[in-house]
């Protein structure tokens, strides 16, 4: 095997910190290379570097790409050369079709009008090779994501791409979409393509990588072969620690129903005659953790949506009690004030305001609660988001901070804050750590179980399957809008979820 | 995101710890648009040989801007909350008209009108916010058909003529200054200091008073901020500041006592900024209005009502554009077909001058007043210098692209 790129000793800084502190990465021809480490660890920041984003000169140390030296201004010059980057936000413009997505900035056309027919032709041959059977003029609005990951991945091989660098890429996909995601990159392997991985997931990355880099604090800890290689050894490696266990121990014992959904029905907020959620049935009790499983696009989100306020959908109908008694949850003030939660999946454009302060965002859903006649007691507020602070660890240097500036884990901590500031009997949860790196995890795993220890309860919806069996009590498993069965804890496996969504 | 989280962090860091420097980076924001303001008043002070800063014209230069500023004060309520109102000079321009007729045409009681005024203001409003608001209609659009409906509106209310002049007690709204409470016995005694003709104490006085409270807040609130182990702005920028201030605010109360004392306006215009600088800083719905702005659904889904928040804020803007009206009314003693005409863009440029964000959830009452009295002393500046209408609209013009292009610049270079 040849090696294909080389980055030595790479230092980046920042104003007061160091980024990259002498970091180096050799990938091989025709590898799959993973890169992991917890967040902050100068994964992407590498790949920045590496993609041209930070143009060279902007850092120390050198690149060595097919055996010289590659001085990228930017990220057009590392796409000449093959060096392909697919960001964890997805690049596509929802407005256009799949093929005008594929060759956007790189037309097929003559004298600058395109040539629809060897678009569209040229489409349909990558799409075949990614395996997404979609017509090349659908628009990329109506895909799901992980459909949309797969139009990255058409557009990325037809630039002839050399190095496939992934980042995060199967973070909002479901469990076989990931996997599908992750066959073909090893059939891309086989038609000779390199890529690098960056994850999370260890499972995955054990599933395809050949080569394992660790980094850690900016630094790289280890390069070793995937083989062999132990989750266990990933984790201790990315922590520094050992984590023996990945969810925290758990005593519970539930007590009497708390929240009881009966026979909640949602049509689609646009097409009128689809129903989304159908009849669905469901309670949890007080100290209890209850986890919804599904794939994707299985209407776990709208359902809880739907019960948090009518947020989702029209013509909704079944009833929502609280201790035995009916709720009128018909908007979103009378859903926090009956005692109902809802942590949304994407704390970032449905969680939070980004641009303000912790402080702002911990009391955004009860500021009648630190206010009196209207006005704002800012030292109550103050005194709010330190005490929540300081409850469930997040790590910052003042709540003043503005929580763009956190990493992930953090934020959904401030998310968790806010939601309890609104004193909530039930808490939905909506992928709580989603796109959060392992320690962190942990961490909302033990906040969770105390919400459980204090009596609340906690419906947990997850598309990662070993932490809703590494948490819950109860697993409601949901198909296509219904809720199709439900296992204790004891009774419930990987095999036997997945089992009852197939046979539905 | 990694990289971004470190790259803050690390700034964090080197803001407590650096003070001074890191504290002015981070705030060069605010200490640019009144350093501007101070270079662009001595610039013209110097050119203009001492007439920018004469008694008559700093009178002058508060009268002529008030209407501005009325209106910027509902307007960065509008921009904060996400959209933008460009109906505010016509609908400015139809009260005006409106209150012309009522009152020379019909001879309706002033009271009667300025109720009757505000209420039709808060009504159109009202009704352009509610097809944002609940129809989800991009404001840009609801706003470019009001101006044109008002616009329409006045002229045919007005019958294409000049209707004028007010009666004397309508005029004082915005031409009349407050009397001196003071004896005058005190007056004649400045008037012996200051070598001036007569001194009203009461404006005098106001202009101390001010400033004594602004300090003692600013103090106070530092000392709290401390308490709870707040970044501070370091304590030499706290006091060139306030004396900056304060200083300020004598100097423009000295002149105009040794005028006519306190316009109407002033006061008028110093209420409703305290009032709204509160509002929006210190009361649930300011709150509300910067997390609509910031994020509309996270806001949404912490059960806030999004859609009335919305709506209120183009209510407010009609009322607020309806005083403007009558100030304005007041002030040219008639109301014209032709009042109003542009002026939304010069109170929109002080809203982005004054550090606004067009994107929503940013931007400080005190910036946008700022911001109206740069274009205002920019407007009377040439003015007086004699530059022709071509060249200050090009001057405006670039100044408002440089203050947005300063932002872009400063926020790029932060995050």
Partial sequence: ?504 | MDSANIEHSSSDASGSSKGVAAYLASHLREYGLLLALIVIMAFFQIVTEGTLLRAVNVTNLLLQNSYIIIMALGMLVVIVSGNIDLSVGSVMGFVGALAAVMIVNYDISIYATIVVCLIVGGLVGAAQGYWVAYWKIPSFIVTLAGMLVFRGLSLWLLEGQSVGPFPREFQIVANGFVPDIFPAGIGEFFAGIFDARKVNVLALFAGVAAAIIIFWMGSRQRARNKAYGIEDEPSSFFIARNVIVAAALIFITYKLSTFRGLPNVLITMGVLTIIYAFITSSTVIGRRIYALGGNAKAAKLSGIKTERLTFLAFTNMGILAAAAGLVFAARLNTATPKAGFGLELDVIAAVFIGGASMSGGVGTIIGAVVGAFLMGVLNNGMSIMGIGIDYQQMIKGLVLLAAVIFDVYNKQKQG
Wanted: with cysteine.
């Fill in chain 1, 1 to 504: 095997m040849t090696t294909l790129l080389e980055m030595r000793k790479i230092t980046k800084e920042f104003p007061g910190v160091k980024a990259l502190d002498e970091v180096s990465l050799k990938v091989q021809k025709g590898e799959i290379h993973a890169v992991c480490g917890e967040n902050g660890a100068g994964k992407s920041t590498l790949m920045k570097v590496l993609s041209g984003v930070y143009p060279a000169g902007s850092f120390e140390g050198e690149i060595l790409y097919e055996g010289e030296p590659a001085n990228f201004r930017n990220i057009l010059d590392s796409e000449k050369r093959g060096i392909i980057i697919i960001h964890q936000e997805l690049a596509l413009v929802p407005q256009l079709s799949i093929a005008e997505n594929i060759f956007l900035g790189n037309e097929r056309a003559s004298n600058g009008v395109i040539d629809w027919r060897e678009t569209n032709r040229r489409t349909e041959e990558l799409l075949s090779k990614v395996g997404l059977r979609e017509a090349p003029t659908t628009l990329v609005d109506s895909i799901g994501v992980g459909k949309q990951q797969l139009v990255e991945i058409a557009k990325a091989l037809s630039k002839d791409v050399k190095l496939l660098i992934l980042d995060e890429p199967t973070a909002a996909l479901q469990e076989n979409d990931s996997r599908k995601l992750l066959d073909l990159m090893l059939e891309l392997k086989a038609q000779g393509v390199t890529s690098i991985i960056i994850s999370h997931k260890l499972g995955e990355v054990r599933y395809v990588a050949d080569t394992v880099t660790v980094i850690r604090d900016g630094t790289t800890v280890s390069t070793l072969p995937a083989k062999g290689l132990s989750e266990d050894d990933i984790v201790r490696d990315m922590v520094g620690r050992d984590m023996t266990h990945r969810f925290p121990e758990h005593a519970r014992t539930p007590g009497d129903i708390l929240m009881e959904v009966e026979d909640w029905t949602v049509w689609h907020p646009e097409h009128k005659e689809r129903r989304v959620i159908k009849n669905a049935s469901f309670n949890v009790r007080a100290g209890e953790v209850v986890g919804i499983a599904g794939l994707m696009g299985s209407g776990r989100t709208e359902l809880a949506m739907s019960i948090f306020g009518r947020s989702y959908g029209r013509n909704i109908s079944g009833t929502v009690k609280l201790k035995g008694q009916p709720v009128d949850v018909s908007n979103v003030p009378r859903a926090i004030k009956a005692g109902i939660s809802y942590v949304t999946e994407d704390r970032k454009s449905l969680g939070l305001v980004l641009d303000e302060p912790i402080r702002f965002n911990t009391t955004l859903a009860n500021l009648e609660a630190v206010s009196s006649g209207g006005v704002l007691n800012r030292n109550e507020e103050t005194r709010i988001a330190e005490h929540y602070r300081e409850a469930l660890a997040t790590r910052t240097p003042s709540v003043f901070q503005k929580v763009v500036n956190l990493s992930g884990g953090n934020q959904q901590k401030v998310v968790l804050a806010k939601w309890l500031f609104t004193s909530p009997e039930v808490l939905i949860l909506d992928e709580p750590t989603r796109g959060i790196d392992v320690g962190a995890k942990y961490e909302i795993y033990t906040i969770i179980n105390d919400l459980a220890a204090q009596g609340k309860g906690v419906v947990m919806i997850s598309s990662e399957m070993p932490e809703l069996l590494g948490m819950c009590d109860r697993i409601y498993v949901m198909n296509e809008g219904a809720l199709v069965g439900e296992l204790t804890a004891a009774e419930a496996s990987q095999e036997r979820i997945m089992s009852l969504i197939v046979n539905e």
